[in-house]
């Protein structure tokens, strides 16, 4: 039996949640796509909207782009209080779980975008108590909270 299904998301429209109680350190799913050179991704037009953040660093000279249908783990959306993180391991991508998981549970993790690249057009809506408005690495909320640009969700 598979580890999580797709359903209607609280964050965003479609997630994946737990089928079942997910244990802290189970691999849960890979994260599939395409292997592409980092020169694509960088000139492709494609990864300078919304596309990007299906796109994986794996290395100095390849990405991963994971927007295709066939890979399930681009439905899990961002929180800023994850219970899942994506770690590399050559050329895959997986996502572990970093806490314990309840059955029904929606899966998350931090998508880990910095300060710089353009935050203001990726707002958050994971509604977590330290959710700063906009999805940016925990290392750099701080920042969005000294800025204009906070949204307190107390």
């Known amino acids: 039996m598979k580890l999580y299904k797709v359903k209607k998301s609280n964050i965003d429209n479609k997630g994946l949640c737990a089928n079942q109680d997910i244990k802290k350190?189970?691999?849960?799913?890979?994260?599939?796509?395409k292997i592409i050179t980092r020169k694509k991704s960088e000139e492709d037009p494609k990864f300078d909207n919304d596309k990007a953040i299906y796109l994986f660093n794996l290395n100095k000279r390849y990405?991963?782009?994971?927007d295709f249908k066939y890979n399930t783990a681009r439905l899990i959306n961002h929180s800023c209080n994850p219970n899942c993180e994506v770690k590399g391991a050559g050329l895959k991508i997986w996502v572990y779980a970093i806490k314990d998981i309840k059955k029904n549970e929606e899966l998350s993790y931090d998508y880990g975008f910095g300060f710089d690249e353009d935050f203001k057009n990726y707002p958050c809506k994971c509604g977590s108590r330290n959710c700063v408005g906009y999805i940016v690495r925990s290392e750099s909320r701080w920042r969005i909270k000294?800025?204009?640009?906070?949204?307190?969700h107390k």
């Open 25 to 33: 350190g189970t691999k849960i799913i890979q994260y599939r796509g």
């Open 63 to 66: 990405d991963l782009d994971g």
């Open 146 to 152: 000294r800025s204009k640009f906070y949204k307190s």
